[in-house]
């Protein structure tokens, strides 16, 4: 079955930067919109950005700036980097797939898989 594994997450300081990784299999990568989500303990599960398979991409107005989505189709890797990290961006990363493009979009429902996720901790 299709399987989403999330790594690079970890504990940096106020400030400072992560890239998370997203390794995809057993799906037609290319032709999925990926996206990154997030969970804080006691908080809905938010979306952080999303890339289409034409590349667009849509970011959340608290990271836009800060944050970057970028895919490898050759090598079914989705990425975020996360630069000038703040305490508020401490959470739980997920990274999901969805096929259909016309849900593509930061709001969680919808998305056909999902990763484990992982754990991101900023400090100030």
């Known amino acids: 079955q299709v399987q989403l594994v999330e790594s690079g997450g970890g504990s940096v300081q106020s400030g400072g930067s992560l890239r998370l990784s997203c390794a995809a299999s057993r799906l037609s990568y290319s032709r999925y919109c990926m996206g990154w989500f997030r969970q804080a303990p006691g908080k809905e599960r938010e979306g952080v950005a999303v890339i289409d398979s034409a590349r667009s991409t849509t970011y959340r107005g608290s990271v836009q700036g800060r944050f970057t989505i970028t895919r490898d189709n050759a090598e079914n890797l989705l990425y975020l980097q996360m630069n000038s990290l703040k305490p508020e961006d401490t959470a739980m990363y997920y990274c999901?797939?969805?096929?259909?493009?016309?849900?593509?979009?930061?709001?969680?429902?919808?998305?056909?898989?999902w990763g484990q996720g992982t754990q991101v901790t900023v400090s100030s």
């Open positions: 999901a797939a969805v096929w259909n493009q016309g849900a593509c979009a930061l709001h969680s429902g919808g998305w056909d898989y």
